[in-house]
């Protein structure tokens, strides 16, 4: 947005990346996509991903997996990339001006899974790992979109993904559950995309955690509160990464046992079908991947592949006041202290 | 894009728009939208217009029009605006220098027709007009979306707006419909949105006809061409603008009434339902209209009309050699010279 909203570092030099660190996190990557296909596989029993492995010409490529009509996914894409390249695109380097004039190297693994049954949410997350010149971070995270309200649901996500970060650091959770909420809401309708979960990027170990554009934000304001953090190593953070990608499993995999045989109708699934355009609004208006992707060049069919397979607008919806519609947007769609929220 | 793009006009001033300017050109706005809602209602014969009236807190307000469910037309917006404020943004004030420091005007009436026959063409119509300071400009056009591949809708629907324009200067139609191909198009999927119409933006009768981004591409080469039209007067682009919008109904009625009546399968309302996504990347991704709109509190619901009632997103879809959807893709997807293509 402006060209100095990164937080001022103390530290002025990141710690050093190991010799074999591309090697490692696109091996860490793979394997996490790998291993949530598999058990995305075996939660779904019946659907099963199909591959695409694809080359970029300007340097790398990657391997897209798509499940479509499972039993429980509608459709599905787990996407694991590496590319490489002469120059980071402008919106990047204006945050990392140090990776100006080298070349760069990103590898990430993404998903989005768009079930059928309405109960059901729809979930998202990618991790994804720089370098460029003298500098490397690591970004990403994981995130919630339900179409019908079930606080122990939301609760049960966000305290999961609590516990992993809090493993690493208890400043982690609280500020990129904020950068989260910040991050993905849709301006024009003056709502989250969904519950969220956490979101942080340009983690290098030094200075603030926060490094969004919103300097008077929740996330920024919570960050300084919290100071600088003693500089973190690439090993802590390569590790927090990982510990992340593996917590999306038991994140999200109970509310699929819970939800996936609750039986609905088609006021349910038209609601759903509403809803899901909010997905097609954020991605397409705000999500900087998404965007960037198309404007360069990008392969656009697994940029898109984050669309539902069937979508729906309808001029001037509003929920009827008292429905578990009503309560989706009055609570959901704002911003909650989930981990704490008080379950019966 | 670039700062610069606007091609030097000679002549230093436009031509003095009349005392009651606005009042003029919002009439007919309102008129056109008139217009077009009652002769759509009558083609349609089932489905009427609701309107919703509203105001801007910062200055004007419109009156939104929505069919749905009709008989032709599974859903349909007119809109007519009229808004006023401080400041012209900044992506306007790149293109018209003189504007800055003054405040602005703007009235326009817009429509996006989503049939449900997926034999009938989804069409788009937008004339708008703006004044601040010392300048004014029109500026719109209008476009066919077809589906399935009939030449001779197509080509009735570009000689309908060639006459109309070959009646106020020849130059008009080749520039401007060269301008549509550029502006309606999909750079992500290498596809224009449809087969094209005309399009034009920042008309004050002074210099060359082409204004867009795309100084090298055809619009601008052809413009460079004819080099610089003689001065043409406010009166004459009043006119001309009106004319476009009385084109629409002889442009795309006599298509409606052609296909209305063929029968489909599911096979054809599925092709719909994905070509339908190509409506919501380009107006999500490139629409300057609907960004900005979308960016800076626009009425949202009246922005978003444009979007599509059911819309479907398939992974790696390619249409079968040698069908209808090939077609498409191969001919109606790419500019071509529908005005004189050779017709049986």
Redesign the interface.
């Known amino acids: 947005m402006t060209s100095s909203f990164v937080s001022p570092a103390t530290t002025s030099n990141p710690a050093t990346a190991p010799q074999d660190s591309r090697e490692r996190v696109s091996q860490a990557f793979k394997q996490l996509q790998d291993s949530i296909c598999r058990q995305l596989e075996t939660l779904d029993g019946a659907g099963t991903f199909q591959e695409?492995q694809w080359e970029r010409p300007e340097g790398g490529g990657g391997r897209?997996r798509?499940i479509?009509q499972g039993d429980i996914f509608e459709?599905g894409?787990v996407n694991f990339s590496e590319v490489w390249g002469q120059n980071l695109p402008p919106s990047i380097l204006v945050q990392r001006p140090e990776a100006a004039g080298h070349g760069f190297y990103a590898t990430g693994t993404s998903m989005v899974l768009h079930p059928r049954n309405p109960y059901v949410p729809t979930v998202h997350l990618n991790y994804r790992y720089f370098e460029a010149g003298p500098v490397w971070w690591f970004g990403g995270g994981i995130d919630l979109t339900p179409y019908y309200p079930f606080e122990e649901d939301v609760v049960h996500f966000h305290r999961t993904l609590k516990e992993t970060c809090d493993r690493y650091h208890e400043a982690y959770y609280p500020t990129f559950k904020r950068w989260c909420d910040e991050y993905f809401y849709l301006?024009?309708?003056q709502e989250t995309r969904g519950v969220g979960g956490i979101f942080f990027d340009y983690q290098d170990g030094r200075g603030e955690l926060y490094r969004g554009p919103d300097t008077n934000g929740p996330a920024a304001q919570h960050s300084q509160q919290i100071g600088e953090l003693p500089q973190r190593d690439w090993e802590s953070l390569f590790s927090f990464a990982q510990a992340c990608g593996n917590a999306f499993v038991p994140a999200y995999s109970p509310i699929i046992e819970k939800r996936r045989s609750t039986e609905y109708s088609d006021h349910e699934r038209q609601f759903q079908?509403y809803r899901r355009?909010r997905y097609?609004?954020f991605n397409?208006?705000y999500d900087r991947g998404t965007?960037f992707g198309?404007?360069t060049?990008?392969r656009?069919?697994s940029?898109?592949?984050s669309?539902?397979?069937?979508?729906?607008?309808?001029?001037?919806y509003t929920p009827e006041p008292g429905t578990p519609e009503a309560r989706l947007y009055d609570i959901f769609l704002k911003p909650q202290d989930w981990a704490n929220w008080p379950t019966p």
Not at 307 to 313: A, I
């Open positions: 695409d897209s798509v479509k459709q894409g301006k024009h309708r079908l355009g097609v609004e397409l208006v965007i198309l404007q060049n990008g656009t069919e940029i898109l592949m669309l539902p397979p069937m979508v729906r607008w309808e001029y001037g």
